[in-house]
């Protein structure tokens, strides 16, 4: 049964730097692209880093410098860096998986382009 699990999470005030990770089993990870998402009220659900096979990884503009993505396959663990929080950073934030292309890329950076997802941990920045 694939499993993606999020704990963490939660309350934050500005320039914070929590970390959120994504435990992740009954599938191969190591083959897998892994992504954050992140959903903020009254918005759809957008990407914000994502981590290949390889392991490249890419950053939406709003958190490049800020965020840190990486994998541990050994323990099956995806974890995100978070720094310099700012109140817009406010959202749901979900992981996501999906099987790395004959390059061993992520398929794309859209929602639909992923197989596999988290329930979501909420992060809330204050002033």
């Known amino acids: 049964q694939v499993q993606l699990v999020e704990p963490g999470g939660g309350s934050v005030q500005a320039g914070g730097s929590p970390t959120l990770r994504c435990a992740s089993s009954?599938?191969?990870?190591?083959?897998?692209?892994m992504m954050w998402f992140r959903q903020a009220p009254g918005s759809g659900r957008a990407g914000v880093a994502s981590i290949d096979r390889l392991p490249g990884t890419i950053y939406a503009d709003s958190v490049r410098g800020r965020f840190i993505i990486s994998r541990d396959d050994a323990k099956n663990i995806l974890s995100l860096y978070m720094h310099n929080l700012i109140p817009e950073d406010t959202a749901m934030y979900f992981c996501?998986?999906?099987?790395?292309?004959?390059?061993?890329?992520?398929?794309?950076?859209?929602?639909?382009?992923?197989?596999?997802w988290g329930q979501g941990t909420q992060v809330t920045v204050s002033l």
């Open positions: 996501a998986a999906a099987r790395v292309t004959t390059l061993g890329f992520c398929p794309g950076w859209q929602p639909q382009d992923f197989n596999y």
């Open positions: 009954g599938f191969p990870s190591a083959d897998f692209c």
